[in-house]
């Protein structure tokens, strides 16, 4: 005698049921025990991957060990991105400091004209003045080669992330 079972909890494939056969004699028990296996194909897209995102995929073993190196040289390389931008953002509210300290010398340059002090504040002024400008030119030197850096971090970032590539059998 030959009997169709059908499998419970096997899943459906297309529009069927998995059905199996196994040959019982006329009273007679068996078992038949059924191993199944599924191709499985995931595609994730990180265009921009983000630190949550990838500690996400590393606790869930998502990746195997040799997988994480990737992502996490990934994160690390944001990391620097994020502090040259840190520096640049600092730079740039020291520009701004001085540009607001030369904003009160400037109005007494302007009020003092004609005072008998005039000439020796106008030098103090002066001397200030320089002595700002010459910081300012240097933060924004500095600001321009932290930009350069940051640009160049910021391509290495997006060529790790182009370059890669991962597959695993899961």
């Known amino acids: 005698m030959v009997a169709g079972l059908t499998c419970e909890g096997a899943g459906r494939e297309g529009s069927g049921i998995y059905r199996f056969r196994l040959e019982v004699p006329a009273r007679a028990t068996a078992s038949l025990q059924v191993e199944g296996t599924r191709t499985l194909d995931v595609t994730y897209s990180i265009s921009d991957p983000k630190a949550d995102q990838i500690r996400l995929f590393i606790k869930n073993k998502t990746v ?37 300290d030369q904003e009160q010398p400037r109005e007494n340059i302007k009020a003092l004209r004609g005072s008998a002090e005039e000439k020796t504040l106008l030098q103090r002024y002066a ?11 240097g933060l924004r030197r500095t600001i321009r080669d932290t930009e350069a850096q940051h640009n160049k971090a910021n391509d290495q970032v997006q060529k790790m992330i182009d370059g890669l590539q991962i597959e695993a059998t899961v």
Request: glycine share 2%; proline share 4%; net charge negative.
């Open 127 to 137: 001397k200030q003045l320089d002595e700002q400008e010459t910081q300012f030119e």
């Open 64 to 100: 195997t060990p040799e997988m994480e190196q990737a992502p996490q040289k990934i994160m690390d390389q944001k990391t620097v991105v994020a502090k040259l931008e840190q520096e640049m953002e600092n730079q740039q509210r020291g520009i701004d400091r001085i540009v607001e």
